[in-house]
């Protein structure tokens, strides 16, 4: 899996006053990749495309360097107490991706480089719920880890994290450069999560994302790491030889964690998130524009439709249907790692 390489980049002029906005600035103008002001990462104009499609993919190898002004955090649960602001969006196409109908028909990365206010604030959040321990989530609007080359934030922040006493951090990745931050003093306060499917799935939805083999050699390396792991199987699809295939994953999974466990690892560290796959009518839209040949399951009639918190609506499997995946997924994680921590399956 290479690296992302954005083709184009746009820049808030303001963000050139921070020196992390500079380098990364500088960098890529030296390697001649075409770069243009805007007058804000909210509303980046320029980014062309005469079809769904085209835009997409325009928006998907785009960079836009800003500046995160808001000093609000939004709500995290169940998973954390708050979102950490370090990126938006990311290069991987997954067709069922929830980011295609938040971020709009565009969805291009933004990396912000006021880090060190970022993180100010994170502080001043985490003394004003003490003795609480507050966590925060670094992925729920963005893969962070596909941009970490550019911008260390990952690092910075995992360090920051590292030396708070009631701080911690989670994000997740289906991405495996990790390298950079296997040396890190985390002191336990960062859990580096997974997202995993079979390799069937991976194939078909999972466009521009590292193999099956290639995150687990990087979980691997994770583990080695010291850190505290957890691993996402998202979404989790009922297809023909589902339950060979999801086996087929835990026993990989298995052989690589098991090869690489330090001395000092404690099997009640891991932790398993578990979600099926759904889908609202909005955006069963988005990705049929986006994707007119897409191969995903979103027959309306063959799912129940559920109420969500936020007002609208969504197609899941049956309860039977659901049932009968929480019962194979709970079993088959016992069967594996019977000392792992199930956070949630929905």
Not at 13 to 37: T, V, W
């Amino acid at each position: 899996m290479t690296d992302f390489m954005p083709k184009q980049i746009f820049y808030e002029p303001e963000a050139l006053n921070y020196p992390l906005g500079k380098e990364i600035f500088r960098y890529f103008k030296s390697m001649n990749i075409p770069i243009n002001p805007t007058t804000s990462h909210n509303r980046v104009t320029g980014i062309k495309g005469d079809t769904p499609q085209e835009a997409y993919r325009e928006a998907k190898n785009t960079l836009v360097i800003g500046v995160r002004r808001s000093k609000d955090f939004q709500s995290c649960k169940p998973s954390a107490h708050y979102q950490l602001p370090l990126a938006t969006s990311c290069p991987g196409m997954c067709e069922y991706c929830y980011l295609s109908t938040t971020l709009g028909p565009k969805p291009y990365l933004r990396v912000y480089v006021n880090i060190d206010e970022i993180l100010n604030i994170t502080k001043e959040i985490i003394q004003s719920r003490s003795p609480e321990i507050t966590i925060f989530e670094g992925a729920a609007t963005s893969d962070p880890l596909p941009v970490e080359k550019y911008t260390g934030s990952l690092k910075k922040t995992i360090e920051f994290f590292g030396k708070e006493e009631l701080g911690r951090f989670r994000f997740v990745t289906k991405f495996t450069n990790v390298d950079s931050l296997l040396t890190i003093q985390h002191n336990n306060h960062t859990r580096f999560r997974f997202s995993l499917n079979s390799q069937e799935i991976i194939n078909k939805f999972e466009h521009g994302t590292p193999s099956l083999i290639e995150r687990l050699e990087a979980a691997a390396k994770v583990v080695k790491a010291g850190y505290p792991i957890g691993f996402i199987v998202a979404p989790i699809f009922r297809f023909e030889n589902w339950k060979n295939e999801y086996r087929s994953l835990f026993l990989l999974l298995e052989k690589y964690l098991y090869e690489n466990l330090p001395e000092n690892w404690s099997p009640d560290s891991l932790t398993f998130e578990f979600i099926t796959h759904r889908f609202t009518s909005r955006a069963k839209s988005n990705i049929t524009n986006i994707f007119p040949n897409t191969k995903l399951p979103m027959n309306e009639e063959e799912r129940k439709f559920k109420f969500g918190q936020f007002g609208y609506g969504k197609y899941i499997y049956t309860s039977n249907e659901i049932d009968e995946l929480k019962e194979f997924f709970l079993q088959t994680v016992e069967k594996h790692f019977p000392e792992a921590k199930i956070e949630y399956f929905i």
